[in-house]
């Protein structure tokens, strides 16, 4: 009867467990698919696709300093936004009701914010600015309720990260109500700056101490998923561009091959993220016992550049198609060489995060010095707007057939075959840095 009792005791607490996870509004891991990314997610994500459209077209308004700088801090905040966001549906069950509600709540003030970037440095300031903060302030005020983070002596990182948003909202606000739009940048650049040393100062708040990368625990799968999805939107927004443009541009001379062009070269930079990055990326923070500092680095911020550097290319290519044959002003050497740095550069310091290796893809760094000399090639000898953009494209080529050739049949296998010494001297030195890193790193552990 004991034994009896017992087993009607162990099954109604663990139907009562089972019951407790249902209602619960966070994600449940051990169940399948628990991991994968909704199609709520999916949903939230078209209104980024406006989003990333609205900057490139004010980039592409606004060729000078200023307005570089203007696109930096609008695409800042939404990069912020939008991760953020990726953070919290890390966490919360997007098909949970109430879940469902916050998500859509954000996605109107997203949309709000998004609709406000041609005005945000005029009249739409107000609005691109109180829509940032009600995302920030509000979600992540939802996220620490749903996660308990309210009813616990510790553990409470969501409301940290609500504090330190309001913090920056005040920059925010006096931005937004300077008229003059050099004031306005200088706020918000105070604000934004506020916001990214965040997770850097891991959200310290006096009276609340600081949160640790155990708060940051995270589905390693799901982070490096939806960023690996957000590449695909910045990718897809610039092939709407260039569709787009070349479907309504007139017939001159050199418009077909600026239009293959600039799909060769939306497929190179697909190559160079999803062939080794986004893989090694995924396996990287799957296998981390410390899985929120890796996202911190790897995902939260370093594909910022790599993202940036996609819509400032889908500018380039519009300046291409609509003259393809006049020459290259500094400008759009700037456009199209800044654009193809910042996809390389934040490529190759996600994948030497991703690669446990101290330093960084020596494709990638040829593919820099590649865009300095392109840079010098460009504002120096001014070839047209085409020949500069093909050249752009053959180098991310380049970069490519470089590392596809690292990884698939190794150069140095090749080299080895063929008896060069340089080989086994780049191995010993890979070896000794290799162990002088993991040397550090147990030193660290201690």
Not at 174 to 179: D, E, K, L, N, V
Not at 321 to 334: D, N, Q, R, S
Request: a positive charge; glycine letters at 10%; charged letters at 15%.
């Amino acid at each position: 009867m004991a034994e009896s009792a017992a087993g009607r005791n162990f099954g109604a607490a663990l139907a009562g467990a089972r019951k407790a996870a249902r209602r619960s509004l966070l994600r449940q891991r051990e169940e399948a698919g628990g991991n994968s990314v909704s199609n709520l997610e999916l949903f939230f994500d078209l209104v980024y696709v406006f989003a990333i459209t609205q900057l490139s077209h004010f980039l592409l308004g606004r060729l000078d300093l200023a307005g570089a700088t203007q696109t930096a801090i609008l695409f800042f905040a939404v990069w912020w936004a939008w991760m953020y966001t990726t953070w919290a549906t890390n966490w919360v069950d997007p098909d949970r009701g109430p879940n469902r509600l916050a998500i859509g709540a954000v996605m109107i003030a997203s949309l709000v914010m998004s609709s406000a970037i041609p005005t945000a440095f005029g009249k739409g300031g107000e609005w691109f600015a109180a829509a940032y903060v009600a995302i920030q302030v509000g979600r992540s005020l939802y996220v620490s309720w749903a996660r308990g983070e309210w009813r616990r002596g510790t553990g409470k990182n969501l409301l940290r990260i609500a504090i330190w948003s309001m913090v920056s909202a005040v920059p925010w606000a006096i931005g937004a109500a300077m008229p003059d739009p050099a004031a306005r940048m200088g706020w918000w650049t105070l604000a934004l700056a506020i916001d990214y040393a965040g997770p850097l100062a891991f959200f310290r708040v006096p009276g609340l101490a600081r949160s640790t990368t155990a708060d940051w625990d995270i589905s390693g799968a799901h982070m490096a998923e939806r960023c690996a999805l957000f590449i695909i939107i910045a990718l897809g927004e610039g092939l709407v561009i260039t569709g787009a443009t070349y479907a309504g541009a007139a017939a001159q001379a050199g418009l077909n091959a600026a239009f293959l062009n600039a799909f060769a070269g939306s497929f190179a930079l697909w190559w160079l993220y999803f062939d080794m990055g986004a893989r090694r990326g995924a396996h990287h923070i799957e296998s981390s016992a410390d899985p929120g500092r890796v996202a911190r680095a790897a995902f939260t911020y370093w594909h910022l550049p790599i993202v940036a550097g996609i819509v400032v290319m889908a500018v380039a290519d519009e300046l291409v198609l609509a003259c393809p044959l006049t020459p290259a002003h500094p400008e759009f050497v700037l456009v199209q060489c800044g654009g193809m740095a910042l996809f390389v550069w934040g490529n190759m310091a996600f994948k030497r995060i991703s690669s446990g290796n101290p330093w960084n893809p020596l494709s990638h760094t040829a593919g820099l010095v590649l865009v300095a000399a392109l840079t010098l090639w460009g504002l120096l000898a001014q070839p047209t707007t085409l020949a500069l953009s093909i050249v752009a494209t053959l180098a991310l080529a380049f970069v490519a057939a470089w590392e596809w050739g690292s990884f698939h049949g190794g150069w140095l296998e090749r080299m080895e075959a063929r008896g060069w010494r340089l080989a086994g001297w780049i191995r010993r030195f890979s070896s000794v840095q290799v162990a002088r890193r993991r040397e550090r790193a147990a030193r660290k552990a201690r």
